[in-house]
Structures are given as structure tokens and as C-alpha cells.
Antibody, heavy 122, light 108 residues
Framework: QVHLVESGGGVVQPGRSLRLSCAAS????????MHWVRQAPGKGLEWVAV????????YYADSVKGRFTISRDTSKNTLYLQMDSLRDEDTAVYYC???????????????WGQGSLVTVSS | AIQLTQSPSSLSASVGDRVTISCRAS??????LAWYQKKPGKAPKLLLY???SLESGVPSRFSGSGSGTDFTLTISSLQPEDFATYYC??????????FGGGTKVEIK
């Protein structure tokens, strides 16, 4: 049974940092490409970042490039999103999501976490 | 970045109706398109991938078609549990991955 459980959300002031975690279970974590996707209040879905299964290749949306960092700890089967220099517009529910199929180059998502709310406000 | 335009942005329909949602890409994406269902407070759910392949466990009333730039999601007979927002997502040319703006299906 695949499970993705996010944690680490909360209220943070603009300019500050926050780190989200996504604990994965039920599959071989190191063989899957993993993503972060967010949804701002009343808005649609926005892809944020990806960590390819090789653990080396990472890509970001332009809106977060240079401020957010995706990483993983394979000993803990956990995906992270380090969010620095947060802005009001980063307020959203953040989901971690798994690419369907191991070693897959088709980047769509078959499993999602329940989401973690990040609120950036002074 | 490839832009996806969904239409309509919202629609009202009754249980049993046939519903069609369109997704148009700003450039050709072959069949690299997925559809998701999103309900408030819940994670998105994968419905279809590769434009027309039904994800395991998804009811057969959901179907998808199209290739290149024009795609369609069809719900053949709308059920009460289908009232939600639907998103298309392209995975042909990335990064970035992109989603359509969403189509909210409401009860008439």
C-alpha cells in the first residue's frame, strides 16, 4: 500500500524559511521520480519541483527557482522541500506526488499525499 | 512553457447527464496528457493518462480522447460523486509540467 504523508506546514512570515517533509512507504522510493505540486487558495494546481529517481537531477518552476530546494533522504524514505525567502504568493497547500511507474519518463502522478498548508503572512 | 486551456471553466449538470470538458495545448503534445479529479480538501486523483488510458479502479464512465493539441474528457453519465473540479496536465515537454486552469462541475 503506497502512502505519502506530508508534514512541516504552518504559518511563516515573509522572507522566512520552512521545510516540508513527505514520508513515503509501500514502494521502492529510490526508483521513483518525486514531485511537489501546490494549490493556492481558490486557484488551480501548479507544479513546483521534481527530483528524478537518480537523486541527482532536479528541476523547478520559474516561480520558485533559486528559493526552493528539493531533496531526499533515502535512509528515511523521505522527500523534502526547503522553502527560503518565502513570499505571500507561496501560500498554498503543498502536495508531494509520485510519478507513475519506476524509472518512468512520463511525468504524471498516480499517488499524492494529503497536502500540507503553508501560509505566508506577517 | 506549454500552456493548457480548459473549457468551460465551470458547468452545471444533472445526475445522468453526459459531460464533456475540453483541454487545448498551446503546441502539440502528442498524447502526453493526464486528467485528474480534485475535490475540496482531498488530494487530486488520477483518472486517465496518455490521453485515453483509464487508470486502474476508475469507473468506465470516464473516457478521454484526442492527440496533438485538442483533448476531451467525457463523463458518460454523471454520478453524484463526480461533482468536482477536473484538471488536465501535459507531460510531453518539461520542465515545467503544466496544468490546465480547471473545470468545476457543479450540480444543476
Amino acid at each position: 500500500q503506497v502512502h505519502l504523508v506530508e508534514s512541516g506546514g504552518g504559518v511563516v512570515q515573509p522572507g522566512r524559511s520552512l521545510r516540508l517533509s513527505c514520508a513515503a512507504s509501500g514502494f521502492t522510493f529510490t526508483t521513483y521520480t518525486m514531485h511537489w505540486v501546490r494549490q493556492a487558495p481558490g486557484k488551480g494546481l501548479e507544479w513546483v519541483a521534481v527530483l528524478v529517481y537518480d537523486g541527482r537531477n532536479k528541476y523547478y518552476a520559474d516561480s520558485v527557482k533559486g528559493r526552493f530546494t528539493i531533496s531526499r533522504d533515502t535512509s528515511k524514505n523521505t522527500l523534502y522541500l526547503q522553502m527560503d525567502s518565502l513570499r505571500d504568493e507561496d501560500t498554498a497547500v503543498y502536495y508531494c506526488a509520485r510519478t507513475r511507474g519506476p524509472y518512468s519518463s512520463g511525468w504524471y502522478f498516480d499517488y499524492w499525499g494529503q497536502g500540507s498548508l503553508v501560509t505566508v503572512s506577517s | 512553457a506549454i500552456q493548457l486551456t480548459q473549457s468551460p471553466s465551470s458547468l452545471s449538470a444533472s445526475v445522468g447527464d453526459r459531460v464533456t470538458i475540453s483541454c487545448r495545448a498551446s503546441q502539440g503534445i502528442t498524447s502526453a496528457l493526464a486528467w485528474y479529479q480534485k475535490k475540496p480538501g482531498k488530494a487530486p486523483k488520477l483518472l486517465l493518462y496518455d490521453a485515453s488510458s483509464l487508470e486502474s479502479g476508475v469507473p468506465s464512465r470516464f473516457s478521454g480522447s484526442g492527440s496533438g493539441t485538442d483533448f476531451t474528457l467525457t463523463i458518460s453519465s454523471l454520478q453524484p460523486e463526480d461533482f468536482a473540479t477536473y484538471y488536465c496536465q501535459q507531460f510531453d515537454n518539461y520542465p515545467p509540467l503544466t496544468f490546465g486552469g480547471g473545470t468545476k462541475v457543479e450540480i444543476k
